[in-house]
């Protein structure tokens, strides 16, 4: 997967860009705020119909104007050149077009343009809440699951269902009992979708993290299935394969849960309430490393979700470094840089200092300078 060409109007203060001849590593420096996260910000936007740091579209339009817009034109890992375009306005409405014709969701955007994003917050992956974790695997069964989506879904449809049962204060639970039943079939789809990618997460990251630093490689990943109504219980997933319920189990759990759902007014256990965890001899790592310690795991999950993606579909999604100097140290930083050129990964890159560029402008590297809301491509010597 690479980039071309980014065209964007009105994001944040970045009026009007419009570049392409893109390289591997594409390194955008300037002082803060003159709008380098904006530029990865429109790139997600062409991805996930939303900026990788706010969920509110709005606070992403200028000021001053009414919609933005960002068409992005790539090549896939096939060769094909694929044309995405994206409009959004301050009511939350968009219009999506790919290759000349409209799209119906958002969804069709993220098929075409995977994008693992590595900025401060995907520190949140550790210490952050369980629907963090959540999106981060279901990122990944998404783009490898093709059924996934449509699972996710009709589950969601049907536990609104119940939750609206429960508010109304419906306590006959053989009213509830033909939406758990689907509940359940769902479930037990999307824990196995899950299941299976993390079994293979967890073989990736070992890899990853041998490059970033050998003495973080000890790891076992752990998935709370969301049913254990204390939330207590953990399966690894290692090389004894799966465990995962049965039907009869879950249903069982859901009506022996349903006075507290009832009193509470939602349903409080199912794949909607997982959470993943990471263990360093039967400990969380979130209570045991450093801060440094996290943030070289963090970028290793990262470049393991990626590693999963192309072993799986042959895609190899774009990566979005915000500010990485100041997440990783020069080794780490370093052995991060070496690991994904390696590995043929896009990247863009953003940084207060051009020494980044520097030091990696041995390799198909671009640098692109950012002032109050310019971007101008730097002309000087380069690889």
Request: charged share 25%; aromatic share 8%.
């Amino acid at each position: 997967m690479q980039i071309r060409r980014v065209q964007l109007n009105h994001t944040r203060n970045l009026e009007a860009v419009d570049l392409d001849a893109f390289s591997q590593l594409n390194f955008f420096i300037g002082p803060n705020g003159s709008g380098k996260t904006s530029f990865l910000e429109a790139i997600s936007i062409a991805s996930l119909g939303r900026s990788f740091r706010s969920n509110k579209v709005h606070t992403v339009i200028n000021q001053h104007q009414s919609q933005l817009n960002v068409f992005i034109a790539l090549d896939d890992e096939n060769g094909l050149t694929h044309k995405l375009g994206i409009q959004r306005d301050r009511k939350n409405s968009f219009i999506v077009r790919i290759d000349g014709a409209n799209a119906k969701s958002l969804s069709q955007l993220s098929a075409l343009l995977p994008l693992v994003i590595l900025d401060a917050n995907a520190f949140d992956l550790l210490d952050g809440s369980p629907s963090v974790r959540r999106k981060f695997i279901d990122w990944g069964v998404f783009h490898v699951e093709h059924a996934f989506l449509a699972c996710w879904k009709n589950f969601n449809r049907i536990l609104k269902q119940r939750n609206a049962l429960l508010r109304k204060g419906i306590d006959d639970y053989d009213l509830y009992l033909p939406w758990d039943k689907e509940l359940v079939n769902l479930s037990l789809q999307i824990e196995q979708f899950r299941l299976k990618y993390l079994s293979v997460f967890q073989q990736e990251l070992k890899i990853t993290l041998s490059a970033l630093d050998k003495s973080l490689t000890d790891h076992k990943v752990f998935y709370k299935n969301g049913w254990g109504i204390d939330r207590q219980e953990l399966q690894a997933l290692d090389a004894d394969g799966i465990v995962s319920f049965d039907a009869t189990h879950l249903l069982a759990l859901l009506k022996a849960g349903f006075e507290r759902d009832l009193k509470y007014q939602r349903s409080h256990i199912g794949p909607h309430k997982a959470d993943m965890e990471i263990k360093l001899s039967r400990l969380s790592v979130k209570d045991i490393y450093s801060r440094g310690q996290k943030k070289t795991l963090v970028a290793a999950m990262q470049l393991a979700q990626a590693r999963v993606l192309s072993q799986l579909t042959s895609k190899r999604p774009i990566l979005l470094l915000d500010d990485l100097p100041s997440e990783l140290d020069a080794a780490h930083l370093k052995a991060f840089l070496g690991f994904v050129i390696a590995e043929g990964y896009q990247c863009f890159i953003t940084s207060v200092d051009e020494q980044i560029y520097r030091q990696n402008m041995h390799t198909k590297a671009r640098m692109f300078h950012v002032e109050r809301g310019k971007i101008t491509p730097y002309n000087g010597i380069e690889a």
